[in-house]
């Protein structure tokens, strides 16, 4: 009788082990593993020594910390001898401006989020570097905005940036990103030329960038 007593106590035990055993393994494998959110796209504004405009750029997911950056922005380049003076029925005028300059930086770089493990809270700090191949164009400001630009001229600028920023994540979807980035922008040939008798040569510079990105 104790042997049968025994035997049954071993049976329930092996088949109470199986059952949890099998419950165990289900459960890992039909545990749904959270993804991070990272970058997508984002949308927002350049304000820099030479003008201000918009910019949306395109993120492709390196690491955990890292993406590579496509940016493409539009902006005015004005020259930092310009003047500029108003008549008397309120019409503003640029001495000596000959032409209005424009330019449409092409980026691809590198945004590195720092100290991600180390930091709690929404708050990174972003390290930033690439290169900007940049299509400048000219036309004449003695024309009107819109007719000039039948007569836009092309040159080309090719150089690089570096710089850092903060980025703060409102929520799941979207964070707000602001960047400090300086831009070396040697223009090929011979520069181009806002204001007569004055030529610009470099048309990058200290930028401030204030934008949104939307994650996936």
Known sequence: MKRINVSMILICLILISTSTLIYSQDTIK????KKEKRNSWSLGLNYGENGFGPYAG?????????????????SGVTDEREIERFDVFGN????????????????????KELFKDD???DFLPIFNIGVAPTLVLTNPYNESYFAAFGNTQTHFAFGGYAGFGVSFRQNK?????????YYYLPVVGDGV???????????????????????K
């Open 193 to 215: 030329q806002s204001l007569q008798y004055s030529t610009i040569n470099d048309v990058g510079g200290l930028q401030l960038s204030l934008g949104v990105i939307f994650l």
């Open 58 to 74: 395109l993120y492709s997911s390196l690491g955990r910390t890292t993406d590579l950056v496509f940016s493409i922005s539009v």
């Open 92 to 111: 503003s005028v640029v001495v000596n401006k000959i032409n209005r300059v424009f330019m449409i930086p092409l980026s691809a770089g590198i945004r």
């Open 119 to 121: 930091i709690d809270g």
């Open 30 to 33: 039909y545990k749904k593993v």
């Open 173 to 181: 979807s979207m964070s707000m990103n602001v960047n400090f980035n």
